[in-house]
């Protein structure tokens, strides 16, 4: 069992930065590949970014490619989203997620806890 805790959100203007934590208790999480979603009103949730239990391999989704880093430390069972250069299409509500898989998965079945969400809030 895993519990999953994000904070960090906010209110931010576009072109600034964020810095999104994902706090997890059980003993398994070193051994989670660990996800970022997120989920805009009336919009379909999205897969965001993906590091998978060493933190060696990662995927970002092409929307935020080059603008976001995931990264985690497993000594503090912390999973870390970076988020500079924000925009407007940003804002959602973002989720931690973790999956029982050791390597990168891109299916939202495989990712079997999920965290309350934090609200992330880009003003233009």
């Known amino acids: 069992q895993v519990q999953l805790v994000e904070s960090g959100g906010g209110l931010v203007q576009a072109g600034g930065s964020l810095r999104l934590s994902c706090a997890a208790s059980?003993?398994?999480?070193?051994?989670?590949?660990m996800g970022w979603f997120r989920q805009a009103p009336g919009k379909e949730r999205e897969l965001v970014a993906v590091i998978n239990w060493s933190g060696g391999s990662t995927y970002y989704a092409d929307s935020v490619k080059g603008r976001f880093t995931i990264s985690r430390d497993n000594a503090k069972n912390t999973v870390y989203l970076q988020m500079n250069s924000l925009k407007p299409e940003d804002t959602a509500v973002y989720y931690c997620?973790?999956?029982?898989?050791?390597?990168?998965?891109?299916?939202?079945?495989?990712?079997?806890?999920w965290g309350q969400g934090t609200q992330v809030t880009v003003s233009s």
């Open positions: 997620a973790a999956s029982s898989r050791l390597v990168v998965t891109i299916l939202h079945h495989e990712y079997i806890y």
């Open positions: 059980g003993r398994t999480f070193s051994r989670n590949t």
